[in-house]
Each structure stands twice: as C-alpha cells, then as structure tokens.
C-alpha cells in the first residue's frame, strides 16, 4: 500500500533553515509523479507551497516562498526534499507531502493522489 512519509520538520528561529523529506513508500512510478508541498497554517485553508515535476524539469513556487524555497528530488529513492531558508514567522505551519500521478506541477490539490500525514515547522521570533 502507498504511504507518503514526512519528515525534517521542526523549531527554528526566524532566518534559519529546515530541509524537509518525503518518501513515497511502494509506489513504483514515483518517477512518474509530480511532487507537491502544501502547508496549513492555524485558522487558515491549506495553500500551495512548491512542486516539482517528474523529471524535475520544471518547478513552481508559491509567490510568499520564491527565493527562499527550493524543491529537489531523488527518483531513485523515491524522495523528495524541500530546503527552506530565510523563515519567517508566517511560514509557521503543518507541511504536507503529495504525489500527483499528472507528472507536471500544479498548485491544486485536487492535481495530487497520494498524501502524507504532515509534519509541524515552527518558527519563531
């Protein structure tokens, strides 16, 4: 059965950096996949973060993340790793893992089949 598996989060100070994972456990076309970050923030909806593509051809960036994020992915240990620098207090949330088997990156939820269970960054001031 398919799990998505995150991890690296945790409490930083604001300018730090965290490098968060997310393993797809036996998905064999993890290749195939495009990989998304969401993050769910208290009282808020959950919102795009990053994506990255099957191939890692192309990668897309919320505007509040640009320059700051960066997406990487290892397709042969089925892995996908945001780097998150300079971090804010507003970038306090729960982050979420997905796998979209559409291959190409999009900020819609709906564009990803498999989730993980979410793992806490917090950052304070």
């Known amino acids: 059965q398919v799990r998505v598996d995150e991890s690296g989060g945790g409490s930083v100070q604001a300018g730090g950096s965290l490098r968060l994972s997310c393993v797809a456990v036996?998905?064999?076309?993890?290749?195939?996949?495009?990989m998304g970050w969401f993050r769910q923030a208290p009282g808020k909806a959950r919102e795009f973060v990053a994506a990255n593509s099957w191939n890692s051809g192309s990668t897309s960036y919320a505007e509040s993340v640009k320059g700051r994020f960066a997406i990487s992915r290892d397709n042969a240990k089925n892995t996908v790793y945001p780097k998150m620098n300079s971090l804010k207090s507003e970038d306090k949330a729960v982050y979420y893992c997905?796998?979209?088997?559409?291959?190409?990156?999009?900020?819609?939820?709906?564009?990803?089949?498999?989730w993980g269970q979410g793992t806490q960054v917090t950052v304070s001031s």
């Open positions: 036996a998905l064999r076309t993890f290749s195939y996949h495009a």
């Open positions: 997905a796998a979209g088997l559409g291959g190409q990156t999009t900020g819609w939820a709906t564009g990803y089949n498999y």
